[in-house]
């Protein structure tokens, strides 16, 4: 089969949480323009309903409003999309917030319920996610999940905790529970992306005045080696790529996208 017969995604139905910005947006994006029915979840309606109307095509494009962090959410998720659809082919579990990432500090900074939030965020949503996803999937004969990893879960650096604790901890249920059902048509695999032009990043890049935030860029671009910030869809290639056909051998790994930082 060739690469492109191999990433032709009409009739297969996606689902990507986090999809109303940034990495999830431009792959919500990219799994439409390869021919899927997608549908797009986040916490702000408004901001879902105005991003579904902006990628879709006669309607392949839809949104549902859900917060993933709580599993009575994530079970009307899965039954409204399979309402509409009958069907979930692939999953990407990317959803995660600010929050998550500054909220992250000192040890004895951060408190118990700041420590359990952000891991909630980070690794608890997608497992939650994966726990409902993979029946839906079996139902129909297998499936393919990506969920958003960091690399920060490789940097593991001071200050970071909580965050890169979780990423690292998403990593391992990645891969266990790739290997749970590898042998009845499911595979799953991670992302671990670097530093990625998003709302989210832009958050940390913004000062005060342009020489600041340009300050901040290089500070950035000056441990990547390929000497640049990352773009959503160059995740989003990876992401689609994973979950198409073309990867069919792949499953239970963790795919690095960050222009070899360090
Ligand atoms: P973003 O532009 O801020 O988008 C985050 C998305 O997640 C939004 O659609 C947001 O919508 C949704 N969301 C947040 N909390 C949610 C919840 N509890 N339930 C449902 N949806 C929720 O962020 P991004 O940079 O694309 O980040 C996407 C993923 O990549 C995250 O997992 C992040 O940790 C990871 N990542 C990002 C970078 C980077 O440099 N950008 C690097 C490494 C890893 P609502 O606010 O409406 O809910």
């Known amino acids: 089969m060739g690469t492109e017969l191999a990433q032709d995604m009409t009739g297969r139905v996606a689902l990507v949480t986090g999809g109303t910005s940034g990495i999830g947006r431009a792959t919500a994006q990219r799994f439409a323009a390869r021919g899927a029915d997608v549908v797009v979840c986040g916490r702000d309606a408004d901001r ?3 991003v579904a109307e902006e990628l879709g ?3 392949n494009v839809s949104f549902v409003a859900a917060d993933v962090t709580d599993e009575q959410q994530v079970v ?3 039954g409204t999309m399979l309402d509409r659809h009958g069907r979930l082919d692939y999953a990407f579990n990317n959803a995660a917030n600010i929050e998550a990432v500054t909220g992250s500090g000192a040890l004895t900074d951060t408190s118990l319920a700041e420590f359990e939030g952000i891991v909630r965020v980070v690794m608890t949503s997608a497992w939650l996610c994966m726990r409902h996803e993979v029946p839906a999937m079996l139902a129909t004969g297998g499936g393919a999940i ?3 990893s960091s690399v920060d879960a490789q940097l593991l650096s001071a200050g970071t905790a909580p965050y890169a604790a979780g990423k690292l901890g998403l990593e391992a249920l990645t891969i266990t529970t790739a290997k749970e059902f590898a042998s009845r048509g499911i595979r799953i695999n991670a992302v671990r992306p670097g530093a990625i032009l998003t709302p989210m990043l832009e958050r940390h890049l ?4 342009e020489e600041g935030r340009a300050r901040n860029l290089a500070r950035y671009e000056s441990v990547i080696a390929m000497g640049r910030i990352g773009e959503p869809r160059e995740v989003a290639d990876v992401v689609t790529w994973l979950c198409s056909d073309a990867a069919s051998y792949v499953t239970a790994q963790v795919l690095t996208v960050d222009g070899a930082i360090g």
């Open 57 to 59: 095509r006669d309607g």
């Open 48 to 50: 879902g309903r105005r």
């Open 146 to 148: 990506v969920n958003t």
């Open 206 to 209: 913004t000062a005060d005045t």
């Open 76 to 78: 009307d998720l899965l």
